[in-house]
């Protein structure tokens, strides 16, 4: 599909029939105990706001291919669709739209209840630059970390050297290479009923 074709608004992700996989970034200290233990360590703040996000590409973005200082360690990690449903479910858009929220004191009093947030940003190329639709960011806070770090989590791995590999390719002109390095993306079947509420 060109980029022409493609919605605005759409989750694409790596998926099974039992799991979707989001990406995040950590300092070392934090990322490489969980991948090789499978859940995050006793050092992880469950009291903050994590930012999960199903593309890959946007990931680099936002970690500078793991070379930005605390995001060092990219770690995809493989969670239940239920568990990623549930935090659609119960997400509130991070800004103000009028025609969704009513006014703005309705829209602040749905954000502090909700315990995941969503934003939609523009998704990236291989050159990071952005494409004129957007990848899902949903943040987890309170009840939604807690559920992430203990129920949802299937598994978590240390995707670091790939990033590495792909910029290599990318910075070397081969593009082509890189592309067929990247992580499977598809769309995400979710039920219009999940989304409605959701795009911006």
């Not at 799991?19 to 200290?29: G, N």
């Not at 990931?59 to 493989?78: D, S």
């Not at 203990?150 to 995707?159: A, L, M, Q, T, Y």
Request: with cysteine; charged share 25%; aromatic share 8%.
């Amino acid at each position: 599909m060109n980029d022409q074709q493609e919605p605005k608004f759409r989750i694409r992700a790596r998926h099974t029939e039992s799991t979707v996989t989001v990406y995040q970034a950590y300092r070392p200290e934090i990322g490489r105990p969980a991948a090789r233990n499978g859940r995050f360590p006793a050092s992880w703040k469950r009291d903050r706001m994590t930012w999960i996000k199903p593309s890959f590409l946007w990931m680099m973005y936002r970690c500078g291919w793991g070379a930005k200082e605390g995001q060092e360690t990219v770690l995809a990690v493989e969670i239940s669709r239920e568990g990623f449903l549930w935090a659609l479910r119960n997400a509130c858009l991070s800004h103000h739209v009028p025609a969704l929220h009513g006014d703005s004191a309705a829209w602040k009093r749905q954000l502090r209840r909700a315990p995941a947030r969503v934003q939609w940003d523009p998704e990236r190329d291989l050159h990071l630059n952005p494409l004129p639709y957007r990848s899902l960011q949903l943040g987890l806070a309170g009840q939604a970390a807690a559920r992430y770090a203990d129920d949802w989590i299937v598994g978590i791995e240390d995707v670091t050297p790939l990033a590495s590999e792909v910029h290599a390719l990318v910075r070397a002109g081969e593009l082509q290479r890189a592309a067929g390095l990247l992580p499977e993306e598809r769309p995400y079947p979710v039920d219009e009923d999940v989304l409605a509420h959701l795009r911006a």
